[in-house]
């Protein structure tokens, strides 16, 4: 079993940056993939970033691409989401997660985080 605490949301203006972080409770982190999703009122889950298992390769999705970075630190059992340059677009509940396959697909994730919300607005 995987638990994962994400921390660091928060309101911010336009143009601002926030670091989210997820601490996961489990021996093997560094043999799980994990990713950042977020949902907005009324949308669907989405996609953010994902960073893979041991070589720590990483994808985003378009919207956030140069802007999101996904990092991890295998010593401290914790993934990190720099965010920079942030727009209203971005408010939603940003979510971590875990799986052991590289996917965008939050199907493909088996565990979850609570959530935490970061709100863009001047």
């Known amino acids: 079993q995987v638990q994962l605490v994400e921390s660091g949301g928060g309101s911010v203006q336009p143009g601002g940056s926030l670091r989210l972080s997820c601490a996961a409770s489990?021996?093997?982190?560094?043999?799980?993939?994990m990713g950042w999703f977020r949902q907005a009122p009324g949308k669907e889950r989405e996609f953010v970033a994902q960073?893979?298992?041991?070589?720590?390769?990483?994808y985003y999705a378009d919207s956030v691409k140069g802007r999101f970075t996904i990092s991890r630190d295998n010593t401290q059992n914790t993934v990190y989401l720099q965010m920079n340059s942030l727009t209203p677009e971005d408010t939603a509940v940003y979510y971590c997660?875990?799986?052991?396959?590289?996917?965008?697909?939050?199907?493909?994730?088996?565990?979850w985080g609570q959530g935490t919300q970061v709100t863009v607005s001047s």
């Open positions: 489990v021996r093997t982190f560094v043999s799980y993939h």
């Open positions: 960073i893979s298992a041991y070589t720590g390769s990483t």
């Open positions: 997660a875990a799986t052991r396959t590289i996917t965008r697909s939050a199907s493909a994730y088996d565990y």
